[in-house]
């Protein structure tokens, strides 16, 4: 257990559906990584937040936006959705400046 | 370019033997470091060993150990002693320096399937 928390586990949406991921760092990481990997692509970084703020940009989708909250939480949300953003997501955190991150157990997403 | 080549999508190895796989990238960073993640089919992405490019000796953590060649610019991942539930994708990442907001932000391989027969 990584101690990073993600929910849902699953989700099945349809295309044009609007989602939203939770995550929960590891207690005192600061730092939170959001992934997406998929057949295709492969495993893409999409967007880090530090203490709340917009760190690094990765492939991400103008449909997409993350958010940390003051809680350190942090919420990725998938908009308009289409076929193609069928994957699983992931979540990971770390101390800043800290080379190893810890990964969630991720949400699959389906879309249909 | 690919930054991270893993050239072996698929691995069969016999329970007990060492398995090597294999990891090439490209980088001009002198500054950089090499990453090895284990996905079971369950999922969950766990950290299997890490070294820099300016570590002397190459890293080990129990039975994994990375076979780091800068000339070569390699990264091989050294499973001994395989057991079945090594079975697993496993990626190769690497870091190249720290990105504008503090970080580390690794690229990851297309990753080798393994398959431990017993």
């Known amino acids: 257990d990584s101690g990073v928390t993600q929910t849902p586990k699953h989700l099945i949406t349809a295309t044009g559906q609007r989602v939203t991921l939770r995550c929960s760092p590891r207690?005192?990481?600061?730092?939170v990584y959001w992934y997406q990997q998929s057949l295709d692509q492969g495993l893409q970084f999409l967007i880090q937040?530090?203490?709340?703020?917009?760190?690094a940009k990765g492939n991400i989708l103008e449909r997409f936006s993350a958010q940390q909250f003051p809680d350190l939480h942090s919420e990725l949300n998938l908009s308009s959705l289409e076929l193609g953003d069928s994957a699983l997501y992931f979540c990971?955190?770390?101390?800043?400046?800290?080379?190893?991150?810890?990964f969630g157990p991720g949400t699959r997403l389906t879309v249909l | 370019a690919q930054k991270i080549t893993q050239t072996q999508p698929g691995m069969f190895v016999q329970e007990k033997e060492a398995v090597t796989l294999d990891c090439t990238y490209d980088?001009?960073?002198?500054?950089?470091?090499l990453f090895w993640y284990k996905q079971p089919s369950s999922g969950e992405m766990i950290f299997l060993i890490y070294?820099?490019?300016?570590?002397?000796q190459n890293a080990t953590e129990g039975r994994y150990s990375l076979n780091f060649q800068k000339a070569r610019k390699s990264a091989n991942l050294v499973i001994s002693a395989s057991q079945l539930g090594d079975s697993a994708m496993y990626f190769c990442?690497?870091?190249?320096?720290?990105?504008?907001?503090?970080?580390?932000?690794?690229?990851f391989g297309r990753g080798t399937s393994l398959i431990v027969h017993p």
């Open positions: 990971a955190s770390s101390a800043l400046g800290q080379i190893k991150q810890f």
């Open positions: 207690s005192g990481d600061l730092s």
């Open positions: 937040y530090y203490n709340g703020e917009e760190r």
């Open positions: 980088t001009s960073d002198p500054s950089y470091g």
């Open positions: 070294q820099g490019s300016y570590d002397q």
């Open positions: 990442a690497m870091r190249e320096g720290l990105s504008s907001g503090g970080s580390y932000i690794p690229t």
